[in-house]
């Protein structure tokens, strides 16, 4: 079994930064990639980021990057999810996800573990 817990959200400030993080624990060897969505109560879940097991490639949604960035220093280190100048829209649950499959990294449906979520508001 894999274990994924977030940490770093809360309430800030619109403009702020913020940088959410991953840790991953338990059989993590048959794992490809890790991500990053949001979801909105109502809403379906959004990709946001992922970036494979070693860190060394990263993957966005077509529109771009925008103002997040995924990371991780190696296959031991937490996935971690920069976030900058923060908007009220940006308020929602973050969760993290791993998957087993080798590819299609920017679909919800191939990630089959999921952290409990963490919640960031976003004030103006």
């Known amino acids: 079994q894999v274990q994924l817990v977030e940490s770093g959200g809360g309430l800030v400030q619109a403009g702020d930064s913020l940088r959410l993080s991953c840790a991953v624990s338990?059989?993590?060897?048959?794992?490809?990639?890790m991500a990053w969505f949001r979801q909105t109560p109502g809403k379906e879940r959004d990709f946001v980021a992922a970036?494979?097991?070693?860190?060394?490639?990263?993957y966005y949604p077509d529109s771009g990057k925008g103002r997040f960035t995924i990371s991780r220093d190696n296959w031991k280190t937490p996935v971690i999810l920069q976030i900058e100048n923060l908007k009220p829209e940006d308020t929602t649950v973050y969760y993290c996800?791993?998957?087993?499959?080798?590819?299609?990294?920017?679909?919800?449906?191939?990630?089959?573990?999921w952290g409990q979520g963490i919640q960031v508001t976003v004030a103006t």
């Open positions: 970036i494979s097991w070693s860190g060394g490639h990263t």
């Open positions: 338990g059989r993590t060897n048959s794992i490809y990639a």
């Open positions: 996800a791993a998957t087993k499959a080798v590819s299609g990294w920017r679909d919800v449906r191939v990630y089959d573990t």
